[in-house]
């Protein structure tokens, strides 16, 4: 399999991976995960997340 590697092709990669990362933070910053937050805030991966929400 061969990788695309032309300047639009990344741009678009690169645009892609962003959006993916916010609804993945808007989605740490529901209500769900509010709560998820709370519950295991001992846990690695949740500090990062919190972290990265700027909490």
């Known amino acids: 399999m061969k990788i695309e ?4 092709a ?3 990669r ?3 991976v962003n959006q993916l ?7 740490a910053d529901s209500s769900t995960g509010k709560k998820i937050r709370k519950q295991f805030s001992a846990n ?3 500090q990062r997340i919190s ?3 700027g909490r």
């Open 5 to 8: 590697m032309s300047p639009r």
């Open 10 to 12: 990344i741009t678009m």
């Open 14 to 16: 690169l645009k892609m």
């Open 21 to 27: 990362r916010r609804t993945c933070l808007s989605l």
């Open 44 to 46: 690695k991966s949740v």
């Open 51 to 53: 972290h990265a929400l």
